[in-house]
T-cell receptor
Framework: ETGVTQTPRHLVMGMTNKKSLKCEQH?????MYWYKQSAKKPLELMFV???????ENNSVPSRFSPECPNSSHLFLHLHTLQPEDSALYLC??????????????FGNGTRLTVT | DAKTTQPPSMDCAEGRAANLPCNHS???????VYWYRQIHSQGPQYIIH???NNETNEMASLIITEDRKSSTLILPHATLRDTAVYYC??????????FGPGTRLSVLP
């Protein structure tokens, strides 16, 4: 149990579908993140939310749309994806602090397959 | 780009100490060194972090050289369950966590 829960764990979707990934953190943190991990590649940062406000969009295509309704929940809305978007999508949270030393805590990810 | 350099793979015998090196020669004074590991199909797991002093917790020890240009993560008694990819990350205030390819540690029976 990492304190960060992602659902669903696995998702298969067609290129014309619309789906959403959900992340919930139970750690009382105030920052949340989406990362993408493609096969045999390092983790890539997608979005950062601090106190529910988006502070980073790492040149992510608009077919990925994040939503952060409060500090505990983060969504990633997906539409008209491509097969190359198949990957492990990881959510993380952290506590913003004055020293900036707080580590990230990750969920176990959603394995997405686009057919 | 990641600010660290790690060997792509290492082996360790079960029960022995695993010493994983990381080079971060361009580290700044306010940047911390973090270690994570990722077991197949799971999210990265936080292990330990430090600024300049050596740190120890229930999982591992972190040894940072005096000039802070390199560090070593030590798993004192490696088990088969420690087989994973280990990531060394340097991060300062306001910066994001940038993951490199890490070191694939194989603990052998």
């Amino acid at each position: 149990e990492t304190g960060v829960t992602q659902t669903p764990r696995h998702l298969v979707m067609g290129m014309t579908n619309k789906k959403s990934l959900k992340c919930e953190q139970h750690l009382g943190h105030n920052a949340m993140y989406w990362y993408k991990q493609s096969a045999k590649k390092p983790l890539e940062l997608m979005f950062v939310y601090n106190f529910k406000e988006q502070t980073e969009n790492n040149s992510v295509p608009s077919r990925f749309s994040p939503e952060c309704p409060n500090s505990s929940h983060l969504f990633l809305h997906l539409h008209t994806l491509q097969p190359e978007d198949s990957a492990l999508y990881l959510c993380a949270s952290s506590q913003l602090s004055g020293t900036g030393s707080s580590p990230l805590h990750f969920g176990n990810g959603t394995r997405l397959t686009v057919t | 780009d990641a600010k660290t350099t790690q060997p792509p793979s290492m082996d360790c015998a079960e029960g022995r100490a695993a010493n994983l090196p990381c080079n971060h020669s361009t580290i700044s004074g306010n940047e911390y060194v973090y270690w994570y590991r990722q077991i197949h199909s799971q999210g990265p797991q936080y292990i330990i972090h430090g600024l300049k002093n050596n740190e120890t917790n229930e999982m591992a020890s972190l040894i940072i050289t005096e000039d802070r240009k390199s560090s070593t993560l030590i798993l004192p008694h490696a088990t088969l369950r420690d087989t994973a990819v280990y990531y060394c990350i340097v991060r300062g205030y306001g910066q994001n966590f940038v993951f490199g390819p890490g070191t694939r540690l194989s603990v052998l029976p």
